[in-house]
């Protein structure tokens, strides 16, 4: 099992919990299990092209994905991924 | 000319003094520093009063706010008695009062893409406290092209990342972020809030890392993130790298001159209030439609602490997010009136509700708009 950090702004959409703890060879194995269990998630992950967004960044343990091999990144028992997304803080724009 | 410390100056940075690691020679370059701080807000109110009270020779501000009742709960270098006051008289005041030897400069105006690099040059290292993307888009890549630490703290909620990017090769903030997301994705602290010390913490954490640059001591947080949980009490590292094919700070980069971060961020140059819109209602109308017992159902979209907070009486609460499920509980054959706070998330129910088949209208304005203008007891927040 790997454990997935959901960050505070995507917890709405994924049962409100901040970890959740899914089976699968590769992060996009993983994140595929965690998009399919929460539906909403997966536009606030991926494009409409099924490619993850530019500003949701992926690591698995402390390292990017983007400088391993990407979704394909072997995920081991008791890995760590999380998904970081940007953040700007202060004033409203709605 | 040389550089010294004064008998007061010695006495007052006697605790930096005795320090090995500073020292006179650490407190001389704190004094021959200069540092940007980019925001008098939740992360500039703390960075402002330590930098200053640490003895750095000059900061600059860079603000165009004024002071509101809703800052008070974190920006802290701003009084109660401050509200109304511009953030930088406010801020300058308190800055002069912890440290008369600090030279403080003032640079009363919104950074935009015309101005950024005059302001920024004049300084050694540039603090980000902003709390929008196209402002954090353009800071980094103004510190790129000059050649400038930028120290970055960003927070929400309860969450805080901090880093110190375009340091001597390391990476920046596109190397992290290639682009923003787009508008009203990412909920804002109006929108989202935050725990009123989260700043502090964060702030606190840019605050050291400028004071180390300064100083040349220690381990930059260069090409590491930090996350900081304040739930669950955790700092979290990851590693970053510069991008290679980075826009700005890569091998071959195109940006090679300020651009227009407003529209790179897809977000309206002005922050217009909501377009009026064919069909929707004016508080008022909605008031006297409840007295006159018209056949209509009012919704409030918003989050249930939201209808803690205040309420409409005669209102049913079903959050926005539910309202696709929630769509049987409401009678096809009447008009729903839906409103939130101030008329956005109202309008993205009352299309969805268009959508299922009901009549509907949005209320102008939101709760707002009905404190205003229908009971001055509903309170805003």
New interface residues.
Partial sequence: MAKVLI???LR?FAGKQ?TVELTGMTVGEVLSGLTSQFGELRK?LYNDEGKL???V?V?LN???I??LDKESSAVKENDTI?I??????????? | MEVTLSKEEILRYSRHLIIPEVGMEGQLKLKQASVLLI?T???GAPLALYLTAAGVGRIGLVDFDVVDFTNLQRQVIHFTSDVGRKKLDSAAAKMREINPFVQIDLHETALTSENALDILKNYDIIVDG????PT?YLVNDACVLLNKPNVYG??????G?ATVFAYEGGPCYRC??????P??????????G?LGIL?GTIGLIQATETVKLILKIGQPLVGR?I?YDAL?MKF??????R?PECPVCGDHPTVTKLIDYHQFCG?PQQ?EAPKPVEGDIDPIEVKARIDHRDNFQLIDVREPHEYQIARIPTAKLIPL?ELSKRLSELDPSVEIVAHCK?G?RSAKAVALLKQSGFQARNMKGGILAWSDKVDASVPKY
Avoid: M
């Fill in positions: 960050p505070t702004p709405q901040d606030h967004r530019s500003y960044n690591y402390d390292e990017d983007r400088y999380s970081v997304p940007s953040i700007a803080g202060g004033a409203s724009w709605k | 925001g807000g939740g992360l902003t709390d929008n993307f954090r960003s927070i929400f909620r309860f969450e990342q992290l972020y290639p682009e923003p997301p508008p009203g994705l990412v909920p804002s602290c109006a929108e989202g935050v700043p993130l996350l669950a979290r590292e990851l590693k970053l790298r991008n977000v922050q997010g101030s956005v």
